[in-house]
């Protein structure tokens, strides 16, 4: 499979979303990431549901949405509603993962979920099978710009392997300090996505630089 690149609405500028949404349909994005961050799940916060509506208005790219929320399964009919295709909740957040994926898979919706670094990704092996997407933090969630995390190429190895076990076709999703430098060391590993939020708004060009990172070989 070809790999797919998210492009992280958080490094766009606010007070111009409308026209930020609009060059990433024209890019080569596959979906948009939309991370939601509530003040206590993460010490930020970003934005919420009517927000994410208004990127849906204009989008023509699928919503990939990140929830870094307490509760995630209380918002999940929600961010359906504002236009999500894909949600991913955090494991440290939801003491019954495997409902809250069932639940946003009875939507209709592609199920995800995130873990922090220190996660260990053993500890997806039993709800694999009904995940859709599950996305490596490589930094710690709360703020965009920070750097990648190192040991996140062996954590993609350890889970691909237990994708493969399991005969499951989840995708791998590494988000946070992706760039043009990691980008084919993560691929080669078996990432399937990659989030780049700074790497792609501040960078001169970002439709250039999403078709760059869309173009790595590995
Ligand atoms: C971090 C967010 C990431 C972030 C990525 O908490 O989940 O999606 O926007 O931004 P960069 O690519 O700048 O690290
Ligand atoms: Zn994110």
Redesign the pocket.
């Known amino acids: 499979m070809n790999h797919l690149i998210a492009p992280?609405i958080?490094?766009a500028d606010f007070a111009n979303l409308q026209r930020d949404v609009e060059m990433l349909n024209e890019s080569h994005a596959d979906y948009i990431?939309v991370?939601i961050?509530d003040g206590v799940f993460?010490p930020?916060i970003s934005f919420g549901i009517p927000v994410c509506e208004a990127i849906f208005k204009h989008a023509k790219k699928p919503l990939d949405v990140?929830l870094?929320i307490e509760k995630p399964e209380n918002y999940i009919q929600a961010f359906h509603d504002a236009g999500a295709a894909t949600i991913s909740v955090h494991y440290e957040a939801s003491p019954h993962l495997h409902r809250t994926l069932q639940s946003i898979r009875d939507l209709g919706l592609r199920a995800g979920v995130?873990i922090n670094p220190h996660t260990n990704v053993q500890l997806l092996e039993d709800v694999i099978e009904i995940t859709d997407l599950v996305c490596l933090?490589s930094?710690?969630?709360?703020?965009?710009?920070?750097k990648?995390i190192e040991h996140t190429y062996t954590k993609v190895r350890r889970l691909k392997e237990i994708i493969v076990d399991a005969g499951a076709n989840t995708l791998i999703e590494v988000?946070?300090?992706?760039n043009i430098d990691n980008a084919p060391l993560l691929l080669e590993a078996g990432a399937d996505v990659l989030?780049?939020?700074?790497?792609?708004f501040k960078s001169e060009n970002p439709i250039h630089t999403i078709q760059e990172l869309k173009n790595v070989q590995f």
Do not use: E, I, T
Not at 195 to 200: I, L, P, S, T
């Open positions: 992280s958080l490094a990431h991370d961050m993460v930020n990140h870094m995130a933090m930094v710690n969630p709360g703020f965009g710009g920070q990648f988000d946070g300090g992706v989030v780049a939020g700074n790497f792609v």
